[in-house]
DNA sequence: CTGAAAGCGCTAACAC
DNA sequence: GTGTTAGCGCTTTCAG
């Protein structure tokens, strides 16, 4: 291994001098930095993190934590951080937790000190959890929000050794910064997009019951039916949020009617697409179908799904510099703290006009 | 930030003794090691793994670099790779190259202080690369082989400042400790299952023509053909590794006329069975669908998909297993060195005789 | 069995 | 501008 001694010796400087060109260029004469920095190349001299970490407080290392890295959900946004970060010098250590609080408590501990900041997608903690974590660590919270103190603006005598109430806990708003996406732009999308193709019994298979998400993409697409006439809104939900949900739910969903069903998630989706294939029902033709988040899976399937979602890859990266910016210590506004992407209708083939409706010739979307 | 000093005082002892508690404990009094052990757990204590790094050498963190974490194959293996290290007490960094060897280059450099040992899947280095690696660094290679050095025994006089030879690099053989799979055995394993149908004409959709599995693939595939009596095979190749590739293929594949298909992976088979479902070739009734890797996505299909491949999960474990061994200095015998997994075939529904074929009644496997 | 002390590689005051 | 020095939190001889 070489060190800062070795560029040091071979350069003829000390290593105070070496550091300083590493870390602080202009405090150098044009002259030695040349030097140093050969030596640097020739000895293929690389800082040690671990050390600098130590000394300096800031480890150049960030902490992604995901419940599930094969969901493809995650894995784009892992991606996007992971590029993100890479991309401002950052190193990046990804958890999996296997969907598991407890998983996901000690990590996060085990981590905690090695790393400058983290960021928690999708968090299976508890509110007073992540309060608690917040308080110690710069974290950003990603598809989950924290909006006030545990039990109350003063509540954290109780808490054992918390440090310090985070500063901003007297006001109410978003305690920890947060990127989350607007549930409700893309619930109107969805809606909008069956509505305009002349869907009006729209059915809704939903996710676990008491996920973070589901409710609130399920609240959001009951909103979302008021705003356009004549909808009406089947709603399903207790499903398992991956392509076995989405066989279960397959037959019990086309019981209420609806010509067109929107799904949890794109996993759900291809669920009840492969089941509907199985048994004869037609997408687009029978019914059409919707997947939320526009994961690449959506892509895989004959008809492709139509899906609505944010880039997720962008979704890892705001995560990334938003946490950045706190670690550079920037204010505390309302900006600063959450972040809410913007979703899009990626329409593919598995939407179309409702058998009866007379609507438009379409134009093949999936060839 | 506790630190060894807060256990230590609140313990009553010495630092030394917090430290040995926690890495010798037998070398504690039983009395002491309990008060120790408590003011640890009442203080939330986490050792520092930097610093302890620093000072040991040792810093109880692996690296995995993959090519591409959204490639389902990928962020299984990876999920396995995580479960077993934190089970073994390490950490895990993943490292996402976005499948090109500079980056992977310079991720390995850059994480190389920090860390004990790294798992290299699919590694898109070249081989002097990886030996130069090798000589520098405990490795171990998923999904590629190292089998002799660059050029002949002793032909590191001209790399630059590749320390030493790797100490085994005279004799003939696996130089890099290694984790692949049995692609003979897979090969095997699917032209049996297609012949046993009663397939003879069976086409493979080979992958990117300069990919170390494709290669690989691809030859297992002859070798197997030549196993069984009368069958006939199509190989075609060069097709991007996913399921655009898999839709490109779709026509050209069925020209040749045969009554089964081996595609290159599992993305590559939902690809083709996209396009031919569009073009209403049914499958397995048309034809038969072979796969491979066994990833997830398998399952997301209708029909869904057969596919041979090894538990991508365990494969991340094993090569964690493998290069903690190395880590504890195991011997370096064959079987240290290289591990290959059997592969099994996971029949489903998207393989069945051929139409003529008069074969025995099939079940519906997809039910 | 336990404590004192010497660093691991690095950065940040502080001198010169 | 550059060198000297004091640690960051931890492990590990070496004494006691």
Redesign the pocket.
Known sequence: ????????ARS?????????????P????????DRVLAAVHELG??????????????TGVIGLVVPDIENPYFSSLTKGAQASSRERGYGLVVVDTAEQADVEAAEVRAVG?QIDGIILASSRLSDAALAQLAATTTCVLVNRELVSPPSGPDAFDGAPSAASAPAGAAVPGIVVPTVTIDERAGARAAIGHLHELGHRRIAYVGGPARSWSQARRSRAIREAAQLFPGVDLIELSGYAPDADGGREAADTVLGGGPTAVIAYNDLVALGLLARWTEEGVRVPDDVSLVGFDNTYVAELSFPRLTSVGADLREFGETAVTLLLERLAGAALDEAAMHRELEPRLIARASTAPPRAAAAPARSREDR
Do not use: C, F, K, W
Not at 1 to 8: G, L, N, S
Not at 26 to 33: A, F, K, L, M, N
Not at 47 to 54: E, I, V
């Open positions: 291994m070489v060190t800062v001694h070795d560029v040091a003829g400087v000390s290593i105070a001098t070496v550091s300083r060109t590493l870390r602080a202009h405090r150098v004469s044009e002259e030695t930095r001299y690389q800082p040690n993190r671990a050390a600098s970490g130590l000394r300096g407080g800031r000190p």
